[in-house]
């Protein structure tokens, strides 16, 4: 209780309550955050804590970047100015900057980033940065797939992306065929995906009225040979109609016959009859390239 007590005490300091328009819940569970900058595996180079039971081990012996999107009251942030590097704070509350100026001024390995992160320019940033870099962040669901498909397709890639979201978004994100979505795809493709830990409402303030979970992304060594674009139109097209087959729901969402649409998934090795959510990426991939070659001019 003394650290949601301690919290209020600074937003009141600062003329700062929650904005719900933003999805500020803050992290107020210090046990909850050190399970989080643990997952991330960032380091100055020398010897940290070895990870929760819950958190794959990781290579730490590398001097590590840290960027954190939307510290907030900078729970995370002060770990990660101990731990890391260097960190690369991006807030866009005006007044959270003020709170973290304020607390966490002292950080001289600290940068603060006055901007909306789906904005920021990941290269650009760390362009004069020559350690590798992880992503940690809070993330309301409105923004969560366009932010991860940004950061994902920046030319410096992140070696992870470690995230909070609603628990519901990270089953979805971490989802296996049988049970893919549009989202599992659009995250899958990037990189291997896997949930840690759930986070109950109790760690933030205010409470959310839903759990979250933490989910970590390791991007992919080489990206699939397909168009991302593409993939992603015809991805949005399978996943038009939910538990619908596939040569329906490609006729309606590519203006194919289903004669076509049959004949599209034939030639990729996919079954007509199949429904979206049992795809795999690799079969996703596979039915982009035979899309490419047999319909598109």
Do not use: C
């Not at 719900?20 to 046990?31: A, E, T």
């Not at 759930?198 to 990206?223: G, K, L």
């Not at 599209?264 to 039915?287: C, G, H, N, Y």
Request: hydrophobic share 40%.
């Amino acid at each position: 209780m003394s650290s949601i007590n301690t919290l209020r005490g600074t937003l009141r300091a600062h003329d700062a309550q929650p904005k719900k328009s933003l999805g500020q819940n803050f992290l107020v569970d210090g046990r909850i955050a050190e399970r989080i900058v643990s997952a991330a595996g960032v380091s100055r180079g020398t010897h940290i804590p070895s990870p929760p039971s819950d958190s794959t081990q990781l290579d730490v012996s590398r001097a590590t970047l840290a960027v954190e999107i939307g510290p907030g009251t900078g729970v995370l942030t002060r770990l990660l100015s101990e731990r890391a590097e260097h960190v690369y704070a991006i807030e866009l509350d005006e007044r959270m900057i003020a709170i973290l100026k304020d607390s966490l001024g002292e950080a001289k390995n600290l940068t603060i980033v006055h901007d909306d992160a789906l904005k920021v320019d990941f290269d650009a940033l760390l362009a004069n940065e020559a350690a590798p870099y992880v992503v940690l962040g809070n993330l309301p669901y409105y923004i969560t797939s366009h932010a991860i498909r940004k950061i994902l397709e920046s030319q410096r890639k992140p070696q992870r992306i470690v995230l909070m979201v609603q628990l519901e978004v990270a089953r979805r994100m971490a989802a296996k065929p049988d049970d893919m979505n549009l989202l599992a795809v659009g995250t899958q493709f990037y990189g291997a995906t896997e949930m840690l830990f759930n986070v109950p409402p109790s760690a933030f303030y205010p409470q959310p009225n839903v759990d979250s979970a933490v989910v970590r992304i390791t991007p992919h060594a080489e990206m699939p040979s397909v168009n991302a674009d593409k993939l992603f139109a015809l991805a949005r097209a399978g996943f038009g109609q939910p538990r619908k087959q596939l040569r329906n729901t490609l006729s309606t969402g590519l203006n194919l016959t289903r004669e076509q649409s049959a004949e599209l998934l034939l030639r990729a090795k996919i079954d007509p009859t199949r429904r979206p959510e049992t795809l795999s990426i690799p079969e996703w991939v596979q039915l982009t390239n035979t899309y490419e070659r047999i319909i598109t001019p």
